[in-house]
């Protein structure tokens, strides 16, 4: 976890499976259970090391107060990237040790860590959910609580248009 002049950035890592679906309309979990059934429509990646009660301290603060979310995906092996924005909440609790979820209604529980997403599973680019139905595929997930969603997703831009690390 880094405070930036962004905000205050966590990071997750976590791998894919073959019963990955990504497909639920209103939410999108993370977990770090390593198995996964064909139920679990909203589950984007396994082995997470992470979950909602693992998050930094200072950015589970920053969402309680309210800031901006913004949830950058990265797959670097097939060089694919999506993002979503969601908003923090005073009722968050951050009490789940196994998931963490990022839903587009304002239902709160222990796993919730954003409400009003822009985004849910369904939503994330097609071949980042593709990509994810592989047990070797892993995902870098970036986590930055933020007063500025556009100056973050500007910066986002402006790396990738550079060509990211080692760009020119």
Known sequence: MVEHDLGVIDEIVARGHPNIKASHRTTLEITKDAWLTPRGDCIIAVSSNKSASDLNPQLKKALKDGLWLVFIISALKI??????????SPSLLFTDSRSLVIR???????????????????????????????????????????????????????FIRKGGPGGT
Do not use: C, F, M, Q
């Open 104 to 158: 587009k209604s304002s239902y709160i529980d222990g796993r919730t860590i954003a409400i009003n997403s822009n985004k849910a599973a369904k939503d994330i680019h097609l071949k980042i959910r593709e990509y994810l139905k592989s047990p070797d595929a892993t995902i870098r997930v970036l986590l930055i609580a933020t007063n500025s969603p556009d100056a973050v997703l500007a910066k986002l831009e402006d």
């Open 79 to 88: 060089n694919e990237y999506d993002y979503l924005v969601a908003r923090g």
